[in-house]
């Protein structure tokens, strides 16, 4: 039990990491074509560990080829993109914490499409994680509003939370006649088939221009954050419940922060730092709302 609790505390801290790999990547290379390479370091090795742990390769039903696809375009393809393109213009730590409110649109999505309930402890906890979100964006200046405070950068985080809200929400449906890592290494591998031309376009081809510091990041954001990441979180799930598993994210962020200040000098701002608590404590409640329900 120790060690799950371990692994699951390394994959909020890897997680956390994948915006500082990130926002390193997009200074190089296109989105297209780190997107595409990221995957495909992906799609090798969950395609591997599928292997070994179904014993034979799951074929999913026609039903389900249409959901697939679009879990492949969305959580994939779109978020991959939209996240590279976003940490090229913002910091990596500010882009954390807008992408930290995915539980919290999920949350209210579900309410309007799945009539799942909405009780006091979720409702503050949205209220609380935007509040939180607001601050980040605004970097404190609340009275100047957005204006001074959004652009492009932020635009392209908000794509990514769109993203992969629409990613969790076909999840829902596939994941009821698929195992998670099923669905996730067929949305991997369908996600890299199609980035494949765009990044071919990019000028993919020129990757042995890549640095050391361009291909360390691809094999982390590949294997750690999303391989490693992926499988110990639902060993998480297995082993001690989606509740207590489920915590351990709102580490992401808090991680996110500190890593970028230590790797990347971003400086620590205040209001960066409350936003990172408004967020991280608006998600435990809306998780623990959630559960409870």
Known sequence: MFYT??????????????FIAGRRLAMEVGPFSGAFLRFLVASIFLVAIMMQSEK???LPRPHL?????????TGIFLYN??????????????????????????????????????NLMKVT???????????????????SGLGGGFGWGELFIFGCVASWVSYSLLGKSVMSNL????????????????????AMLEGLGEFGSYSFSAWA?????????????????YEGIKRIGPMRAGLFINFVPVSAVFLAYLILDEPLTASLLIGA?????????TTLGSRRA
């Open 56 to 58: 034979r390769l799951i």
């Open 179 to 198: 195992s998670p890592l099923v669905a996730v290494t067929y949305s991997s591998v369908i996600g890299a088939v199609c980035l494949f031309p765009p």
């Open 81 to 118: 993109v939209f996240f590279l393109k976003g940490l090229k213009l913002i910091e990596a730590g500010r882009a954390s914490i807008i992408i930290a409110n995915n539980p919290i649109l999920i949350a209210i999505l579900s309410a309007m499409i799945f009539r799942e309930g909405l």
């Open 125 to 143: 906890g949205i209220l609380i994680s935007v509040a939180g979100a607001i601050t980040v964006i605004t970097r404190g200046e609340f009275l």
């Open 277 to 285: 608590i408004l967020v991280s404590s608006g998600v435990y409640l």
């Open 65 to 73: 080829l249409l959901p697939l696809f679009l879990m492949g375009m």
């Open 5 to 18: 609790y371990i692994k699951l505390l390394l994959m909020a801290v890897f997680w956390g990491g994948t």
């Open 217 to 233: 990041s691809i094999f982390y954001l590949g294997f750690f954050g999303t391989v490693l990441g992926f499988v110990w979180y």
